[in-house]
């Protein structure tokens, strides 16, 4: 019987596998893909919601890509490793003999996303919200929650959009902690950034979002049309699996250390011997050690390759006036050529998978 290697989440190391499935059909396995949508590309989301790039450019269908795989547009609710099989939300069951998910992150069911808070991930309701604002004209008095990078860049790209629309920019960044684990050179040009571009910081935690208004305890409040929820990411691991919000603890070879037929990568999974924030880089570059190791366990050759993820890596947010702030360890550095590095990446990596008509 041919052996099922099953690929649920088409995130960003899934993508290469698929762009690589005629390796798997050359082994004899037959690739699948279980995933609801489209593939959307977090580095160029901010860039869509400021309105300096179109939604089809941070957008790609797995489907398009040729290879010899099949793609089902269905969620995986359950896995069950020990009869090796998913559960998926029409409650169809399918069988694998490996598995491997990359379904990413998600925000944290919190009150705030309860009063109606837009969750800053699935980075596709980022282009939703620009039509809001463009809707709107600009004129929504905006707020962000958690003032980590992504946070810093959704406020910066709100406010890019209220000045495209020739709006004033009323954008409110609230959180305690800024862009923590990044130099203090780039917290302070992230500052200047914020108070050039229209964007106030407010270093409190919002603790409550009603009738209007964010509040920070203390009796202090803002009136808000919008807030956006970036209070940080945890894991979307399907049920049946022992994950923590951290993710499925995954061993150097990226199998999980429950089960050697189950692999993870990506935001869904924790490196335990190198833990990583949740950034898309570190499923690129393990991608190809992944698309190797799915094949040997599917062919039940015990070799596996060991993937170290790098301690120091580029990061570069879109400040939405043109330029770009750029970090690499403890560097950090502001100007359009950041800019520039970062639409040139991104066009390159999303490149790979376009399929021209
Ligand atoms: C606004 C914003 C900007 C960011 N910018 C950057 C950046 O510039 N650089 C960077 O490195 N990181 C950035 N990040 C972080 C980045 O989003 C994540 O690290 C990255 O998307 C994780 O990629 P992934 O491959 O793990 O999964 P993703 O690319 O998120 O893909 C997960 C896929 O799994 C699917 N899926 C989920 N659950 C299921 C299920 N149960 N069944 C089937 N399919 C499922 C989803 O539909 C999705 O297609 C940003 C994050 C945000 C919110």
């Known amino acids: 019987m041919t052996r099922q290697v099953v690929l649920v989440g088409a995130g960003h190391a899934h993508m290469e596998a698929l762009r690589q499935a005629r390796r798997f059909a050359n082994a004899g396995l037959s690739l699948t893909l279980i995933d609801p949508g489209a593939f959307w590309y977090s580095g160029a989301a901010t860039g869509v919601l400021s309105g300096a790039l179109e939604p089809d450019a941070a957008r790609l269908n797995p489907s398009d890509l040729e290879g010899p795989f099949e793609h089902m547009r269905q969620r995986v609710v359950s896995v069950d490793p020990h009869a090796r099989t998913l559960t ?13 998910l990359n379904t990413g992150s998600r925000i944290p069911e919190t009150p705030l996303l309860a009063a109606g808070a837009i969750p800053a991930k699935p980075v596709s309701a980022l282009a939703g919200l620009r039509a809001t604002l463009e809707a709107n004209l600009g004129q929504l008095r905006l707020a962000v929650a958690g003032a980590g990078a992504t946070g810093v860049e959704i406020a910066l790209s709100m406010a890019s959009l209220q000045r495209r629309l020739g709006a004033r920019p009323q954008t409110l960044l609230a959180g305690p902690d ?11 040009l992230a500052l200047e950034a914020m108070a050039r571009c229209g964007v106030e910081y407010v270093p409190l935690r919002v603790q409550d979002l009603s009738l209007g208004l964010v509040h920070f305890g203390q009796r202090k409040v803002a009136p808000v049309d919008i807030l956006v929820a970036a209070t940080g990411l945890s894991a979307n691991v399907p049920d049946g699996l022992d994950a923590s919000e951290a993710g499925l603890p995954v061993s150097a070879d990226l199998s999980w250390t429950g089960d050697a037929a189950v692999f993870a990568i990506g935001d869904c999974a924790c490196m335990v011997k190198h833990p990583r924030p949740k950034l898309g880089v570190f499923g690129v570059r393990a991608a190809p050690i992944l698309i190797q190791n799915l094949i040997n366990a599917a062919m039940g050759r015990p070799a596996r390759r060991q993937y170290t993820p790098q301690s120091r890596w580029l990061s570069i947010l879109d400040v939405g006036d043109g330029t770009g702030l ?13 800019l520039t590095l970062k639409r040139w990446l991104d066009g390159r990596f999303l490149q790979r998978y376009r399929v021209e008509p």
């Open 88 to 100: 998926l939300q029409d409650g169809e069951r399918r069988a694998y003999d490996v598995l491997s």
């Open 178 to 188: 800024l862009m923590p684990g990044w130099p203090d050179r780039a917290r302070r």
């Open 326 to 338: 750029a970090r690499y360890g403890d560097l950090a550095f502001q100007g359009k050529p950041a």
